[in-house]
């Protein structure tokens, strides 16, 4: 069956920002907890889930965080994006340019955010505030698949003629449960992690690129 719409994540598969929001949680629950968490153990812990999200499943663990946590890692990103900015990944940017298959993106992160990352990473030209979804327009985020289908009705097409690119478990389950052909893309920091490897290989997700111009070449072979 040819597919009709390509449905991306943003961070760590449109650009490398996953382990920039993931390292200040990691620097803000280790003070405010006494914790040890290294890069490894959040990424384990949060990866690919929204604030509200992360929130919950850190209170589920016995870590209670109040508005000022978030607020605090909120300014954070926010600092970081203003001071250093960050690039679309290498070759997407050719995918884009793909003119026969409908494109969005579906986020964990929030809209007010997500409008600085657009303007950020120059992407605005592809995307905007029509083809990009975000969490505060859901009810429950990844890995429930409340996101993925509003994606797919707002684009005028059905779950099963969608490719979802994710790049975390969370968000990999979350396509899988809406009726989305997966696709994990594992070019930044997961490339490396065999638990990672493992786990979406469990969901049964067989397509795996760890670069933009193989990940091309399969979309258009899907087309």
Known sequence: MKKKL?????DGVVADTEKLWLYNRMITLNEKFGLNWDDKT???????MSDKTKREVLDKMGFKTDDAFWEKNKKMDWDL????????TD?????????NIKQCIATGTLKE???MKVKVSGIGKWFSFDNVFTADMVERGKPEPDLFLLACEKMGEKPEDAIVVEDSVVG???AIRAGCFPVAFVGHALKDDEVYFEQIKKLGVQNIFDNMKDLKAFILSKM
Do not use: C, H, T
């Open 6 to 10: 390509l449905i991306w994540d943003f």
């Open 172 to 174: 990999l389950e979350a």
């Open 113 to 115: 955010k997500m409008v």
């Open 42 to 48: 959040v990424r384990a812990k949060l990866l690919g």
């Open 91 to 99: 070759g997407i940017v050719d995918i884009f340019k793909i003119k």
């Open 81 to 88: 994006m203003l001071s250093k900015g960050f690039q679309p």
